[in-house]
């Protein structure tokens, strides 16, 4: 059996494109710098969390679209640009937790307090500034090589692009390129995802009653994992 197999393949193809236009256009009333984005989290918390959230909920599920797309490309160029975006991935997923720590840091030390310890680190050197051209160079190869492929067509393969075009770092707000960048990724691949979610065979009677302890039990450890 592949992993991800068709089902988790295709819902995350459709999922995670979704989520993450969702959290650009939530936080798209906001200026992008980093102390507008601090101001915003201050003055509308729940949207602004509600944004950082969905964008990262799709950024982590777009692992297994990325995944799938290689899968069914095939090519060698296909599987060097799934490593790269994949790390782009994992980095983005790094600036998400310093997001969450500044919004922490505005809640416990003020806006104007959160700001000058943000603007005081912005430039300090990690794993992830060595490797931040993945974020964006990763994106250009796998697309070319699903084109080459014909995996995708050549509107579709220069939407995916546009996720290259996508900014980067930490409490990076919405900007045009930011609607561009993820409305194409959804032009891109939730066809896709659906094509490859109708190829799946039925979930029989016994997959349905088995699913439903799964999603109880993975509920009950979200719930814990909270605690501690």
Not at 39 to 57: D, I, N
Not at 185 to 197: D, E, H, K, N, Y
Request: aromatic share 10%; hydrophobic share 55%.
């Amino acid at each position: 059996m592949r992993f991800p197999n068709g089902w988790v393949g295709g819902a995350a193809l459709v999922a995670g494109p979704v989520l993450l236009l969702a959290g650009t256009l939530l936080r798209s009333p906001f200026h992008y710098f980093f102390p507008d984005q601090l101001r915003a989290v201050a003055e509308h918390p729940t949207l602004v969390r509600a944004a950082y959230t969905a964008f990262l909920a799709g950024n982590v599920v777009m692992w297994a679209a990325v995944a799938h797309l290689v899968q069914r490309t095939g090519t060698r160029w296909a599987a060097w640009g799934g490593v790269l975006v994949t790390v782009g991935l994992f980095a983005r997923t790094f600036h998400a937790g310093v997001d969450q720590a500044a919004f922490n840091a505005a809640k416990q030390l003020g806006v104007q307090g959160a700001t000058d310890l943000v603007a005081r680190g912005y430039g300090e050197l990690h794993l992830f500034s060595f490797l931040s051209f993945t974020i964006m160079f990763g994106w250009f190869v796998l697309a070319i090589a699903a084109y080459r492929a014909k995996a995708l067509g050549i509107a579709r393969s220069v939407a995916l692009a546009s996720m290259g075009l996508l900014p980067l770092g930490v409490l990076k707000g919405t900007e045009l390129l930011s609607v561009v960048g993820t409305a194409g990724l959804c032009f891109a691949l939730v066809p896709l995802g659906v094509q490859v979610l109708r190829e799946q065979a039925r979930p029989t009677r016994k997959d349905v009653l088995m699913a439903v302890p799964v999603a109880l039990g993975l509920g009950a450890l979200a719930v814990l994992s909270t605690l501690g």
